[in-house]
């Protein structure tokens, strides 16, 4: 599925707030970091940090952690391809990119 033309959303803006999601739950969920890291993804992606929060707010639903699920397909098809991958390899990907025949090592 697309995204809307003018949101700002994309895979890549998908695949960031996936990280943000993978750092938190290595991290424990801990008080006050998901509003940093929204902040601090806000600065790169020309979101609003309240939509990056809300974004991975999906993807804990998703992922089971909580129960009210209001993800987008988009989202659950991230989260489908890159659930597996450690918070290093999500930022490989998203430092040197990934073509469609190369396969990233964790």
Same mark, same amino acid.
């Given at each position: !599925? @697309?995204? !809307? $033309?003018?949101?700002?959303?994309?895979?890549?803006?998908?695949?960031?707030?996936?990280?943000?999601?993978k750092k938190l739950e290595r991290d424990g969920f801990p008080r006050g970091d998901l509003i940093?890291?929204?902040?601090?993804?806000?600065?790169?992606?020309?979101?609003?940090?309240?939509?990056?929060?809300? /974004?991975?707010?999906?993807?804990?639903?998703?992922? @089971? %952690?909580?129960?009210?699920?209001?993800? $987008?397909?988009?989202?659950?098809? %991230?989260? /489908?391809?890159? /659930?597996?991958?450690?918070?290093? @390899?999500?930022? /490989?990907?998203?430092?040197? @990119?990934?073509?469609?025949?190369?396969? %990233?090592?964790?």
């Open positions: !599925m @697309g995204y !809307m $033309s003018r949101s700002g959303w994309n895979d890549e803006n998908e695949l960031r707030c996936l990280l943000v999601f940093k890291y929204s902040r601090e993804l806000a600065l790169l992606s020309n979101l609003k940090a309240n939509s990056i929060s809300a /974004k991975v707010c999906n993807y804990k639903s998703v992922a @089971g %952690i909580i129960a009210n699920n209001n993800s $987008s397909s988009n989202t659950e098809r %991230i989260y /489908k391809g890159f /659930k597996d991958f450690s918070v290093e @390899g999500i930022e /490989k990907i998203l430092c040197f @990119g990934l073509a469609p025949d190369v396969e %990233i090592e964790e």
